[in-house]
């Protein structure tokens, strides 16, 4: 069964680092989504990537962050300065189109993030 | 805006018996979808179940079925014949349409006890 694989599973970093967190979304699927849960906290939005251009952004994504989708598989989520709060789980997910098929959002197993 | 509200922080129930988990949601749209994931100690979210809002079928997926009444905005989950693989945090969320973001509630820790 297709599934979203993240790298790395764990990342160290230190504060002011930049560090770039990678997805590589379900093949046949055309949205890309990057959310982040801080411990103990809810899961946020962050962006959402379509036909090679943001379509949606939370207000927590500013401008430390960027997403970009180089290649035809990878997906990923770059911080240009870190901050001790952005220590969290990063998760990616990826969806299709709802004509007829599924429009349901499906997970990668995280990235958590520590900064230091 | 979405908001998405679980009021039971916590839950725990007997495996094999049944327990119903709690949402809330608000929105003025009256075309959306909503959902339950599930996340285990590993941290992967997993869907459990979806439900369109225009469809006045509850969703039923094994064990698990939805009880949606869209009046009251209310969306709660009920999981039959617990079993303690079903220790998780349960996350309701929502979604306008396809390729929008996911807004979640807070999520419920449930645990079922041998």
């Known amino acids: 069964e297709p599934e979203v694989t993240q790298t790395p599973s764990h990342q160290v970093t230190q504060m002011g680092q930049e560090v770039i967190l990678r997805c590589v979304p379900i093949?046949?699927?055309?949205?890309f989504y990057w959310y982040r849960q801080i411990l103990g906290q809810k899961v946020e939005f962050l962006v959402s990537?379509?036909?090679?251009?943001?379509?949606?952004k939370s207000e927590i994504f500013d401008d430390q962050f960027s997403v970009e989708r180089p290649d035809g598989s990878n997906f990923t989520l770059k911080i240009r300065s870190t901050k001790l709060e952005d220590s969290a789980m990063y998760f990616c997910?990826?969806?299709?189109?709802?004509?007829?098929?599924?429009?349901?959002?499906?997970f990668g197993p995280g990235t958590r993030l520590t900064v230091t | 805006a979405q908001t998405v509200t679980q009021s039971q922080p916590e839950m725990s129930v007997q495996e094999a018996e049944t327990v119903t988990l709690s949402c809330t949601y608000d929105?003025?749209?009256?075309?959306?979808?909503l959902f339950w994931y599930k996340q285990p100690p590993s941290r992967q979210m997993i869907l459990v179940i979806r439900?369109?809002?225009?469809?006045?079928q509850n969703a039923t997926e094994n064990r698990f079925s939805v009880n949606f009444q869209k009046a009251a905005k209310s969306f709660s989950l009920k999981i039959s014949d617990s079993q303690l693989g079903d220790t998780a945090m349960y996350f309701c969320?929502?979604?306008?349409?396809?390729?929008?973001?996911?807004?979640f509630g807070e999520g419920t820790q449930l645990t079922v006890n041998p």
């Open positions: 997910a990826s969806s299709g189109v709802a004509s007829g098929g599924p429009y349901e959002q499906y």
């Open positions: 929105t003025s749209e009256n075309n959306y979808y």
């Open positions: 969320a929502s979604c306008l349409f396809s390729g929008s973001r996911l807004t």
């Open positions: 439900q369109e809002a225009y469809k006045q």
């Open positions: 990537f379509y036909n090679n251009e943001i379509s949606e």
């Open positions: 093949s046949n699927h055309l949205y």
